[in-house]
T-cell receptor, first 116, second 113 residues
Framework: AQKITQTQPGMFVQEKEAVTLDCTYD???????LFWYKQPSSGEMIFLIY??????QNATEGRYSLNFQKARKSANLVISASQLGDSAMYFCAMRELLSGYSTLTFGKGTMLLVSP | DVKVTQSSRYLVKRTGEKVFLECVQDMDHENMFWYRQDPGLGLRLIYFSYDVKMKEKGDIPEGYSVSREKKERFSLILESASTNQTSMYLCASSLVQSNEKLFFGSGTQLSVL
């Protein structure tokens, strides 16, 4: 079963508008972490934001914020005031235990295109 | 700045060849990972290592092996490359800490013909 679900294969947004990228997760652990990464066309994976399961406040990093709804098991990424440079693939990921060790499991990604 | 270096950006190999993908990190990280990325499938974990000479299977280890003889270097080995191993391979490293943020290399696009 998929542990990280990103239901939007692609999203379009106009420059300066806000956009929300959806992510839902499945875990029975009490302690876990959620991440968002950005992958531009160059291929490099860039860390954007992290949310711990015990963090009461939603994480924010500049124009990025994570809308964490624990009961719904969702961790949506909100990008405010989109810029052309935000066009990229975005991956949601969850820290989980594999063979007793922490690993990151990724979703399938959402392609974001920002138009002028 | 943190740096994870993958030896090749593009690689073309023939079916049946033995292929080595090399990854080096300069951050003294304990943990290293190999993922493959395919369109529509996201990133899938192949193998990971939490210490020198230590390795653990990820979600899709079949057809791969790894080697970690030194802390900074983690190699992915395709013993006999097949066409279904054509993919983008991403190496990553991290510290042993609670948020487990991964630092990635720029990837190796492997084509097996």
């Amino acid at each position: 079963a998929q542990k990280i679900t990103q239901t939007q294969p692609g999203m379009f947004v106009q420059e300066k508008e806000a956009v929300t990228l959806d992510c839902t997760y499945d875990t029975s652990d009490q302690s876990y972490g959620l991440f968002w990464y950005k992958q531009p066309s160059s291929g490099e994976m860039i860390f954007l934001i992290y949310q711990g399961s015990y963090d009461e406040q939603n994480a924010t990093e500049g124009r990025y914020s994570l809308n964490f709804q624990k009961a719904r098991k969702s961790a949506n990424l909100v990008i405010s005031a989109s810029q052309l440079g935000d066009s990229a693939m975005y991956f949601c990921a969850m820290r989980e235990l594999l063979s007793g060790y922490s690993t990151l499991t990724f979703g399938k990604g959402t392609m974001l295109l920002v138009s002028p | 700045d943190v740096k994870v270096t993958q030896s090749s950006r593009y690689l073309v190999k023939r079916t049946g060849e033995k292929v080595f993908l090399e990854c080096v990190q300069d951050m003294d990280h304990e943990n290293m990972f190999w993922y493959r990325q395919d369109p529509g499938l996201g990133l899938r974990l192949i193998y990971f290592s939490y210490d020198v000479k230590m390795k653990e299977k990820g979600d899709i280890p079949e057809g791969y092996s790894v080697s970690r003889e030194k802390k900074e270097r983690f190699s992915l080995i395709l013993e006999s490359a097949s066409t279904n191993q054509t993919s983008m391979y991403l190496c990553a490293s991290s510290l042993v800490q609670s948020n487990e943020k991964l630092f990635f290399g720029s990837g190796t696009q492997l084509s097996v013909l």
